[in-house]
T-cell receptor, first 116, second 109 residues
C-alpha cells in the first residue's frame, strides 16, 4: 500500500519568504508527527497530531512555525519569514495510534528546505 | 533532558558482527526504538524494546537495560547494504520520538 508522502521533495526559498510543506500520512493512521533533521544533527521533534488536534507542540522552535491537520489526514507545516537556520530536511511520520503506544512510526521521504 | 549518546561513526567488515551502543539519562520513557537510515532516505523501523532483555529479528537484535540506561543494536553477518546510520530513539507519553545523533556504520569488504 501507499506509504507516507511529502511534497515538495525540495524547496529553495529566499530569506524572509513563507513556505508550506505538505504531508499525506498512511490512510487510517490517526497520529502524525513532524521532525526536522539539520545537517549533521539528529532528528528533532517538532509537533504531534492526534486526529486534527495537536496535544504536543513543544518542539516548534519559534512562533514562525505552525502546523495544521485537516480531516484527520493531510497536514501542512508552515514556516513564516524563513531564516537560514531553518534550512533542514523536514520529515513527517504517521502511526496507527499515538500516545504511549508501541506502534512504529512510518516516515515520509522528507522535504529538503534550503533558505538562501 | 533525555541525553542520548551514541558513537558517531563505526567501521566493520562484511560478514562480521557489530554492536552499536546507546546510553541515555532518563527513566521517563515508554520504550526504545532503533531505526535505520540510508543516506538521503527516510528512517525505517528496525526494532522496539519496552521490557529489559533481548529482542531478536533475523540478523538484527536489540537489547535494553532500564536500570543501566543502556541499549545496544547487534547486527550479525554484516552485508554491504547495512552501511547506513542507526538511530536510537526514546518514545514519550505522546509517542513522540527523541533521537540520539545516530551512528554512521561503514561496512567494508
Amino acid at each position: 500500500g501507499a506509504g507516507v508522502s511529502q511534497s515538495p521533495s525540495n524547496k529553495v526559498t529566499e530569506k524572509g519568504k513563507d513556505v508550506e510543506l505538505r504531508c499525506d500520512p498512511i490512510s487510517g493512521h490517526t497520529a502524525l508527527y513532524w521532525y526536522r533533521q539539520s545537517l549533521g544533527q539528529g532528528l528533532e521533534f517538532l509537533i504531534y497530531f492526534q486526529g486534527n488536534s495537536a496535544p504536543d507542540k513543544s518542539g516548534l522552535p519559534s512562533d514562525r512555525f505552525s502546523a495544521e491537520r485537516t480531516g484527520g489526514s493531510v497536514s501542512t507545516l508552515t514556516i513564516q519569514r524563513t531564516q537560514q537556520e531553518d534550512s533542514a530536511v523536514y520529515l513527517c511520520a504517521s502511526t496507527l495510534r499515538g500516545g504511549g503506544s508501541s506502534y512504529e512510526q512510518y516516515f515520509g521521504p522528507g522535504t529538503r528546505l534550503t533558505v538562501t | 533532558g533525555q541525553n542520548i549518546d551514541q558513537p558517531t561513526e563505526m567501521t566493520a567488515t562484511e560478514g562480521a558482527i557489530v554492536q552499536i551502543n546507546c546510553t541515555y539519562q532518563t527513566s521517563g520513557f515508554n520504550g526504545l526504538f532503533w531505526y535505520q537510515q540510508h543516506a538521503g532516505e527516510a528512517p525505517t523501523f528496525l526494532s522496539y524494546n519496552v521490557l529489559d532483555g533481548l529482542e531478536e529479528k533475523g540478523r538484527f537484535s536489540s537489547f535494553l537495560s532500564r536500570s543501566k540506561g543502556y541499549s545496544y543494536l547487534l547486527l550479525k553477518e554484516l552485508q554491504m547494504k547495512d552501511s547506513a546510520s542507526y538511530l536510537c530513539a526514546l518514545s514519550g507519553n505522546t509517542g513522540k520520538l527523541i533521537f540520539g545523533q545516530g551512528t554512521t556504520l561503514q561496512v567494508k569488504p
